[in-house]
């Protein structure tokens, strides 16, 4: 038996008064859970104290907090481990973020995650007809779809996801995990249609800026990034779906500038994205009305020397060897016969990838 101090963030919305800081000092062994050291407290001290919990399993996904500042299962966290992280040797546990607070530790799911969720249509919309006897899905097909299963529906992912915080319309990690699952399902009729749909919303699939935040908060391995890239090829390479948003041409530029300068060439990227992928881009009407719109964006990034007036002219490169060097890996994995998607939470193993 040790003793745990746990710093609590509490707050009540109906009290008018502020989010304050409260510490309780538990006793228990360093294997169990930060849950039941918030329990102890709440038996012991307070009984006031709001937590939402049910499992106790890391299976229901109801004990979603932050703990040391990360998005986490309180029942799934050790006493022992979270004290090691904490700064000062006291256990911060907080409300997730990107949610408002219904009570103390407690954020209001449905106001955010579930209302992202129903908007993705989760459900399966099966091809007709319905076979008479059960439908055989080919196991590499379920392999592929079982990362999105695993999604307990804890709302991590969400409280840290980067975009969001950004732009709170945005779908969101869980919800676009969600909908891979269906698109990656040969049972499902709509995969077009709901790929379109997630693409050309503004805040689909094109609104992640790629933060790992959500690989990182996830605690079942869902790694909702990756799922959120599987749609965009799905979208992109599959379907041809170009997008109203510019996203499909932003990739597509992102690409074939790495592949011709060996890094990226910022200047060259926004006109490409936005009249094609091509040096002609930038002289598209439909380019420059765009690029005018960007103007302020444009001029941040003058202040900022992400881009110079000196790499519009005269780009950077590599040198011309790193260059065939480089050209050498996309001719390796454009000229293979089918795109190849690692699913590392199947695997699970390094040798793998090779
Ligand atoms: S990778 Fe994308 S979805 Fe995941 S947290 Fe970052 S912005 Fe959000
Ligand atoms: S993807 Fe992971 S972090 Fe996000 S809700 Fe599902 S289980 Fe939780
Ligand atoms: S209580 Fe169910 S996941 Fe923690």
Redesign the pocket.
């Known amino acids: 038996m040790a003793e745990y101090t746990l710093r609590l963030r509490r707050y009540d919305p109906d009290s008018g008064n502020a989010a304050y800081w409260e510490e309780h000092t538990v006793e228990l062994e360093p294997h169990r859970s930060v849950l039941e050291g918030i329990l102890q407290a709440k038996n012991r001290y307070d009984g006031s104290i709001g937590i939402r919990c049910s499992c106790r399993a890391a299976i229901c996904g109801s004990c979603g907090v932050r703990i040391n500042g990360q998005p986490d299962l309180a029942c799934h966290t050790h006493l022992g481990r979270a004290q090691q992280h904490s700064q000062d040797g006291v256990i911060e546990v907080e409300p997730m973020g990107n949610m408002p607070v219904i009570k103390d530790l407690i954020v209001d799911m449905e106001a955010v995650h579930w209302k992202k969720i129903r908007r993705v249509t989760p459900w399966l919309i099966p091809k007709q007809p319905v076979p008479e006897r059960e439908y055989i899905v080919p196991r590499e097909n379920m392999v592929d779809v079982t990362q999105s299963m695993a999604c307990i529906q804890c709302g991590a ?1 969400v409280s ?5 915080e950004v732009d709170p319309e945005f779908i ?2 869980a919800a676009l995990a969600k909908a891979y699952r269906f698109v990656g399902d040969p049972r499902d009729d709509q995969h077009r249609e709901r790929l379109e749909d997630l693409a050309e919303d503004p805040h689909g699939i094109y609104d ?7 690989i990182d908060a996830c605690p079942k391995g869902v790694a ?2 990756s799922q ?1 890239m599987r749609l965009r090829r799905r979208a992109g390479n599959d379907f041809d779906i170009e997008d109203r948003n510019n996203g499909e041409r932003h990739e597509a530029s992102f690409v074939s500038l790495v592949k011709q300068y060996g890094l990226l060439n910022e200047a060259e990227l926004l006109p490409r994205s936005y009249g094609g992928d091509s040096p002609l881009a930038k002289f598209k009407p439909a380019a420059a009305a765009e690029l005018a719109s960007s103007l302020p964006v444009i001029a941040k990034a003058l202040l900022r020397r992400k881009v110079t007036p000196a790499a519009v002219f005269k780009p950077h490169k590599l040198p011309a060897a790193d260059r065939k060097a480089i050209k050498r890996i996309y001719e390796e994995v454009e000229g293979r016969d089918e795109r190849r998607e690692f699913n590392i939470y199947i695997s699970g193993r390094d040798e793998d990838l090779t």
Not at 160 to 164: F, G, I, N, R
Not at 208 to 214: A, I, V
């Open positions: 992912c840290d996801c980067l975009s969001m969101g990690p992640c800026t790629h933060c790992f935040q959500c909702p990034m959120i």
